[in-house]
Protein backbone atom coordinates (compact mmCIF):
# COMPACT_ATOMS: atom_id res chain seq x y z
CA UNK A 1 0.00 0.00 0.00
CA UNK A 2 1.13 3.39 -0.93
CA UNK A 3 -1.46 4.91 1.80
CA UNK A 4 -1.68 8.70 1.23
CA UNK A 5 0.27 10.25 -1.83
CA UNK A 6 0.14 14.03 -3.05
CA UNK A 7 1.63 15.57 -5.88
CA UNK A 8 3.52 17.68 -6.78
CA UNK A 9 5.72 17.97 -3.73
CA UNK A 10 7.03 21.15 -4.28
CA UNK A 11 5.56 23.90 -6.70
CA UNK A 12 6.75 27.93 -6.92
CA UNK A 13 3.27 29.75 -8.18
CA UNK A 14 3.23 33.69 -9.51
CA UNK A 15 0.37 35.55 -7.87
CA UNK A 16 -2.44 35.16 -9.76
CA UNK A 17 -1.71 31.75 -11.49
CA UNK A 18 -3.59 28.82 -10.88
CA UNK A 19 -2.91 25.10 -9.60
CA UNK A 20 -4.47 21.69 -8.47
CA UNK A 21 -2.93 20.04 -6.07
CA UNK A 22 -3.46 15.80 -6.06
CA UNK A 23 -4.37 13.99 -3.62
CA UNK A 24 -4.64 10.07 -3.71
CA UNK A 25 -5.37 6.81 -1.51
CA UNK A 26 -5.32 3.26 -1.94
CA UNK A 27 -7.34 2.59 1.38
CA UNK A 28 -10.36 3.15 0.17
CA UNK A 29 -11.04 5.46 3.07
CA UNK A 30 -14.36 7.51 2.95
CA UNK A 31 -13.62 10.95 4.25
CA UNK A 32 -10.56 12.79 2.90
CA UNK A 33 -9.34 16.18 4.17
CA UNK A 34 -6.98 19.03 2.95
CA UNK A 35 -5.03 21.12 5.54
CA UNK A 36 -2.44 23.73 5.50
CA UNK A 37 0.57 24.61 7.90
CA UNK A 38 1.93 27.81 8.39
CA UNK A 39 5.47 28.38 10.02
CA UNK A 40 5.35 27.61 13.73
CA UNK A 41 1.44 26.55 13.24
CA UNK A 42 -0.42 23.67 13.96
CA UNK A 43 -2.70 22.53 11.03
CA UNK A 44 -5.67 23.93 9.68
CA UNK A 45 -8.70 22.78 8.14
CA UNK A 46 -9.33 23.77 4.23
CA UNK A 47 -11.77 21.29 3.22
CA UNK A 48 -13.17 17.51 3.71
CA UNK A 49 -15.25 15.14 1.83
CA UNK A 50 -17.26 12.24 3.53
CA UNK A 51 -17.44 10.63 0.34
CA UNK A 52 -17.26 10.76 -3.27
CA UNK A 53 -19.11 13.63 -4.99
CA UNK A 54 -19.52 15.45 -1.67
CA UNK A 55 -17.39 18.36 0.03
CA UNK A 56 -17.40 21.04 2.73
CA UNK A 57 -15.89 23.97 3.91
CA UNK A 58 -13.66 23.09 6.78
CA UNK A 59 -11.82 26.57 9.25
CA UNK A 60 -10.07 28.07 6.07
CA UNK A 61 -11.94 27.69 2.65
CA UNK A 62 -11.69 31.23 1.37
CA UNK A 63 -9.44 31.20 -1.77
CA UNK A 64 -9.73 27.44 -2.43
CA UNK A 65 -12.11 25.02 -4.16
CA UNK A 66 -12.10 20.84 -4.20
CA UNK A 67 -13.71 18.14 -5.69
CA UNK A 68 -13.64 14.84 -4.98
CA UNK A 69 -15.48 13.26 -8.30
CA UNK A 70 -13.30 9.63 -7.34
CA UNK A 71 -13.29 7.82 -3.96
CA UNK A 72 -9.63 7.53 -3.75
CA UNK A 73 -8.97 11.30 -5.15
CA UNK A 74 -9.15 14.55 -3.00
CA UNK A 75 -7.92 17.78 -5.17
CA UNK A 76 -7.44 20.84 -4.15
CA UNK A 77 -7.90 23.81 -6.55
CA UNK A 78 -6.31 28.01 -6.26
CA UNK A 79 -7.87 29.45 -8.89
CA UNK A 80 -6.21 32.68 -8.50
CA UNK A 81 -2.87 32.11 -6.25
CA UNK A 82 -1.98 34.95 -3.39
CA UNK A 83 1.35 35.19 -1.40
CA UNK A 84 -0.84 34.24 1.76
CA UNK A 85 -1.59 30.55 0.59
CA UNK A 86 2.17 30.28 0.92
CA UNK A 87 2.11 26.86 2.80
CA UNK A 88 3.03 23.42 3.26
CA UNK A 89 -0.32 21.48 1.93
CA UNK A 90 -1.24 18.20 3.80
CA UNK A 91 -3.93 15.71 2.85
CA UNK A 92 -5.05 12.78 5.17
CA UNK A 93 -7.86 10.23 4.51
CA UNK A 94 -9.86 8.16 7.38
CA UNK A 95 -12.41 5.39 7.68
CA UNK A 96 -15.82 6.47 9.26
CA UNK A 97 -17.49 4.75 11.89
CA UNK A 98 -18.74 5.07 15.63
CA UNK A 99 -15.16 4.58 17.09
CA UNK A 100 -13.41 7.36 15.66
CA UNK A 101 -10.63 6.22 13.40
CA UNK A 102 -7.33 7.90 12.68
CA UNK A 103 -6.25 10.19 10.57
CA UNK A 104 -3.75 9.07 7.57
CA UNK A 105 -1.78 12.27 6.69
CA UNK A 106 0.30 12.79 3.61
CA UNK A 107 4.18 13.79 2.87
CA UNK A 108 2.59 17.44 2.07
CA UNK A 109 3.21 19.69 -0.66
CA UNK A 110 5.26 22.86 -0.17
CA UNK A 111 3.90 25.84 -2.38
CA UNK A 112 5.33 29.48 -2.92
CA UNK A 113 3.33 31.77 -4.17
CA UNK A 114 5.48 34.86 -5.12
CA UNK B 1 -13.57 24.59 18.86
CA UNK B 2 -11.85 21.35 21.29
CA UNK B 3 -8.80 23.59 22.41
CA UNK B 4 -6.07 21.58 24.26
CA UNK B 5 -3.46 23.18 26.28
CA UNK B 6 0.47 21.66 26.09
CA UNK B 7 3.77 23.02 26.85
CA UNK B 8 5.81 24.70 23.84
CA UNK B 9 8.31 22.47 24.08
CA UNK B 10 10.07 19.34 26.29
CA UNK B 11 13.41 17.82 26.57
CA UNK B 12 14.10 14.63 27.28
CA UNK B 13 17.17 12.39 27.33
CA UNK B 14 18.02 9.42 25.12
CA UNK B 15 16.79 6.12 26.48
CA UNK B 16 14.75 7.83 29.25
CA UNK B 17 10.46 7.92 29.58
CA UNK B 18 9.38 11.07 27.78
CA UNK B 19 6.15 11.98 29.50
CA UNK B 20 3.81 14.32 27.57
CA UNK B 21 1.09 16.19 29.52
CA UNK B 22 -1.87 17.43 28.19
CA UNK B 23 -4.57 19.94 29.82
CA UNK B 24 -7.95 19.19 28.14
CA UNK B 25 -10.54 20.74 31.05
CA UNK B 26 -13.66 21.19 28.00
CA UNK B 27 -13.75 17.64 26.67
CA UNK B 28 -17.07 16.24 27.47
CA UNK B 29 -18.30 12.62 28.54
CA UNK B 30 -18.20 11.05 24.53
CA UNK B 31 -14.88 12.45 23.26
CA UNK B 32 -11.78 10.52 22.83
CA UNK B 33 -8.11 11.80 23.40
CA UNK B 34 -5.92 11.48 20.30
CA UNK B 35 -1.88 12.15 20.05
CA UNK B 36 -0.68 12.55 16.96
CA UNK B 37 3.50 13.53 16.05
CA UNK B 38 4.89 15.47 13.45
CA UNK B 39 8.42 14.72 12.41
CA UNK B 40 10.37 17.50 10.99
CA UNK B 41 7.57 18.88 8.48
CA UNK B 42 6.20 15.45 7.65
CA UNK B 43 2.83 14.21 7.72
CA UNK B 44 1.22 14.47 10.91
CA UNK B 45 1.48 10.29 12.53
CA UNK B 46 -1.37 9.08 14.41
CA UNK B 47 0.43 7.56 17.56
CA UNK B 48 -3.03 6.54 20.16
CA UNK B 49 -6.12 7.40 20.90
CA UNK B 50 -8.51 7.03 24.25
CA UNK B 51 -11.81 7.78 26.56
CA UNK B 52 -11.52 7.02 29.87
CA UNK B 53 -9.38 4.03 30.25
CA UNK B 54 -5.26 4.23 30.46
CA UNK B 55 -4.01 2.55 27.04
CA UNK B 56 -0.61 0.68 25.28
CA UNK B 57 0.09 0.11 22.27
CA UNK B 58 3.51 -0.80 20.64
CA UNK B 59 4.57 3.66 20.03
CA UNK B 60 3.30 4.59 23.70
CA UNK B 61 1.25 4.69 26.64
CA UNK B 62 -1.73 7.19 27.22
CA UNK B 63 -2.71 7.93 30.72
CA UNK B 64 -5.76 10.05 31.72
CA UNK B 65 -6.86 11.11 34.78
CA UNK B 66 -9.94 10.22 36.56
CA UNK B 67 -11.96 13.01 36.06
CA UNK B 68 -10.89 12.82 32.08
CA UNK B 69 -9.66 17.03 31.96
CA UNK B 70 -5.75 15.83 31.52
CA UNK B 71 -3.62 13.23 30.09
CA UNK B 72 -0.10 11.89 29.65
CA UNK B 73 1.57 10.67 26.65
CA UNK B 74 4.51 8.29 27.48
CA UNK B 75 7.23 7.33 25.35
CA UNK B 76 8.86 5.02 27.36
CA UNK B 77 12.41 4.88 25.73
CA UNK B 78 12.94 7.63 23.52
CA UNK B 79 15.02 7.78 20.80
CA UNK B 80 16.38 10.83 18.84
CA UNK B 81 13.67 9.69 16.08
CA UNK B 82 11.09 10.42 18.87
CA UNK B 83 12.26 14.01 18.31
CA UNK B 84 9.12 15.73 17.25
CA UNK B 85 5.91 18.20 17.79
CA UNK B 86 3.43 16.40 19.57
CA UNK B 87 -0.11 16.97 19.61
CA UNK B 88 -2.88 16.70 21.92
CA UNK B 89 -6.28 16.53 20.24
CA UNK B 90 -9.77 15.59 21.44
CA UNK B 91 -13.33 14.77 19.79
CA UNK B 92 -16.06 12.76 19.61
CA UNK B 93 -15.35 10.80 16.46
CA UNK B 94 -18.75 9.33 14.71
CA UNK B 95 -20.00 12.33 12.79
CA UNK B 96 -17.66 14.86 13.89
CA UNK B 97 -14.02 13.40 12.40
CA UNK B 98 -12.64 17.30 12.20
CA UNK B 99 -9.53 17.35 14.07
CA UNK B 100 -8.32 20.76 15.81
CA UNK B 101 -4.65 21.27 15.76
CA UNK B 102 -2.83 23.39 18.34
CA UNK B 103 0.81 24.44 18.15
CA UNK B 104 1.61 21.13 20.41
CA UNK B 105 4.84 20.21 21.99
CA UNK B 106 8.18 20.05 20.62
CA UNK B 107 10.05 17.28 21.88
CA UNK B 108 13.72 17.02 21.76
CA UNK B 109 15.44 13.73 22.64
CA UNK B 110 19.00 14.56 23.63
CA UNK B 111 21.72 12.27 22.87
Known amino acids: NAGVTQTPKFRVLKTGQSMTLLCAQD?????MYWYRQDPGMGLRLIHY???????AKGEVPDGYNVSRLKKQNFLLGLESAAPSQTSVYFC?????????????FGPGTRLTVT | DAKTTQPPSMDCAEGRAANLPCNHS???????VYWYRQIHSQGPQYIIH???NNETNEMASLIITEDRKSSTLILPHATLRDTAVYYC????????????FGKGTLLTVNP
Open chain 1, 92 to 104: ASSYVGQVPYEQY
Open chain 1, 27 to 31: MNHEY
Open chain 1, 49 to 55: SVGEGTT
Open chain 2, 26 to 32: TISGNEY
Open chain 2, 50 to 52: GLK
Open chain 2, 89 to 100: IYNSGGSNYKLT
